[in-house]
């Protein structure tokens, strides 16, 4: 079964710096496709940031520059620097796998809860 687990959420201070994890299970790691989701409350979920098997990374525009996702495949998580954090940043990040040959993302973690003060 595929588990994927976030970590390293919490209440930081705008402008400060959040480092996220997820680890997978369950799952082919190092042929997949990783990717960071965020959700606010009253707002849909958005695609934040991705990386494929071989390391190729996209970014949304209103993170690009600031946050920066990597993967461990010998540890099999992927992991999202965020930089510079705003109060808008402030949602459920949520870590998805889309396997090989998948054009979607089929299973997610719980989330874990990043919140920006002013």
């Known amino acids: 079964q595929v588990q994927l687990v976030e970590s390293g959420g919490g209440l930081v201070q705008a402008g400060g710096s959040l480092r996220l994890s997820c680890e997978a299970s369950?799952?082919?790691?190092?042929?997949?496709?990783m990717g960071w989701f965020r959700q606010a409350p009253g707002k849909e979920r958005e695609f934040v940031a991705s990386?494929?098997?071989?390391?190729?990374?996209a970014y949304a525009d209103s993170v690009k520059g600031r946050f920066t996702i990597s993967r461990d495949n010998v540890k099999n998580t992927v992991n999202l620097q965020m930089n510079s954090l705003k109060p808008e940043d402030t949602a459920v990040y949520s870590c998805?796998?889309?396997?090989?040959?998948?054009?979607?993302?089929?299973?997610w973690g719980q989330g874990t809860q990043v919140t920006v003060s002013s």
């Open positions: 998805a796998v889309k396997r090989i040959f998948a054009y979607s993302y089929a299973h």
């Open positions: 369950g799952v082919t790691f190092v042929s997949s496709t």
């Open positions: 990386i494929t098997a071989d390391g190729l990374t």
